[in-house]
């Protein structure tokens, strides 16, 4: 096995006979695993609590604590780390407690097929890198969501605040004091109040040519503006004199036009 493979795997053995770690040690050092021993499970949570271990083999009958209550306390703290039962007993009762309290992965027996054993020990390993990797995985997921969520939040409340803008510049245009037509292709696409109480009796709507609603004059002032960029007269309409500016539409948006503006 490539060194590189295993460099970020810890073992940690839990048995409290000596010899029976020494070989444990002996299989798995060829392994290339970082290896930790431990005489009991209160030194095994010991050694826990200052390490992170991708997997762990645990005799089961041990004094003081047995292997499925080390494995059971490993289970609340350390969830993520894989659980071998390694036991010379074969017993249901064994096996059960293994199982319901400990929440191992495997329970295998003493004494051990050397092959067998660095099997399941391996195996082991991928299961706790692969849950390691969805958990990873599911972080960034929930992070890029985030991340998402807030820019959605941002877009709307700048959509709100520049509608709100629209609204506000859409009731003052409505309201100032003089005539404001917008045309583009020759159409009118915006009108006032004011424009449309001075020209009643004509169809001023968006979408109009001017040629068939506006004065001569003013047809020709546009004309001019759209030679020259900007024009000024002064007009009579309805028995009143106006100042009309004609200037081209400079700001950024979907009509390239012209602004046409009367004012007494």
Aim: aromatic share 6%.
């Amino acid at each position: 096995m490539n060194m590189d493979d295993t460099k970020q795997r810890t073992l940690l053995l839990v048995d409290d006979e000596e010899n029976i770690l020494r070989s444990l040690r002996r299989l798995f050092r060829r392994e290339g695993y970082q290896i930790l021993t431990a005489l009991s499970g209160a030194e095994g949570l010991e050694l826990l609590a200052q390490q992170s271990v991708g997997v762990i083999v645990s005799d089961q009958r041990m004094p003081e604590m047995t292997g499925s209550e080390f494995l059971h306390k490993v289970k609340e703290h350390y969830p993520e780390t894989v659980r071998i039962i390694l036991s010379g007993y074969t017993d249901l009762e064994s096996v059960t407690e293994s199982i319901n309290v400990g929440a191992v992965y495997k329970f295998l027996t003493k004494p051990w097929d050397d092959d067998l054993l660095s099997r399941n020990v391996a195996e082991a390993f991928r299961i706790f890198e692969l849950n390691a990797d969805n958990q990873r995985l599911t972080r960034e997921l929930q992070q890029a969501n985030q991340a998402l969520e807030q820019r959605v939040e941002e877009k709307t409340r700048a959509l709100q605040f520049n509608l709100q803008a629209l609204k506000i510049s859409q009731d003052i245009l409505e309201e100032l004091p003089m005539a404001v037509l917008g045309i583009s292709d020759d159409q009118i696409i915006l009108i006032n109040r004011y424009a449309r109480e001075l020209f009643t009796g004509v169809p001023l709507v968006p979408g109009t040519a001017i040629d068939d609603v506006l004065p001569p004059a003013l047809q020709q002032l546009y004309h001019q503006a759209s030679n020259s960029g900007a024009t000024t007269e002064t007009i009579t309409h309805g028995g009143k004199t106006y100042r009309c500016e004609c200037q081209r539409n400079c700001s950024e948006g979907p009509h390239d036009g012209y602004i046409l503006t009367l004012r007494e």
